[in-house]
Nanobody, 127 residues
Framework: QVQLTESGGGLVQPGGSLRLSCAAP????????MGWFRQAPGKEREFVAG????????YYEDSVKGRFTISRDNAENTVYLQMNSLKPEDTAVYYC????????????????????WGQGTQVTVSS
């Protein structure tokens, strides 16, 4: 069982930055692709960023490319999402997720390929 816990959300002004963290205790965390998703009110959950189990490959949704950076520290069982140049449209609940399969070479970006989820952390971008 993989239990994920997000932290680091909050209220920030447009143009500001936040760093989200996701703690994933468990023996198999380091073997799973990790992803960040978000869900705004009235909208479907959408993929934001993903990182291969080895940490050597990443994938981003187009609207966050160049602004967000996903990283992981397998020794600390933690994945991060550094968010810069935040915009009001980034406002959402952000979820951390872990893939079902181990040692994936590709980075899935649909929710059905991730089976372990955190409870979410609210990010609000507003002046």
């Amino acid at each position: 069982q993989v239990q994920l816990t997000e932290s680091g959300g909050g209220l920030v002004q447009p143009g500001g930055s936040l760093r989200l963290s996701c703690a994933a205790p468990g023996r198999t965390y380091s073997r799973r692709t990790m992803g960040w998703f978000r869900q705004a009110p009235g909208k479907e959950r959408e993929f934001v960023a993903g990182i291969r189990w080895s940490g050597d490959s990443t994938y981003y949704e187009d609207s966050v490319k160049g602004r967000f950076t996903i990283s992981r520290d397998n020794a600390e069982n933690t994945v991060y999402l550094q968010m810069n140049s935040l915009k009001p449209e980034d406002t959402a609940v952000y979820y951390c997720a872990a893939s079902h399969a181990l040692f994936l070479t590709n980075i899935p970006h649909t929710a059905r390929e991730f089976v372990y989820w955190g409870q979410g952390t609210q990010v609000t971008v507003s002046s």
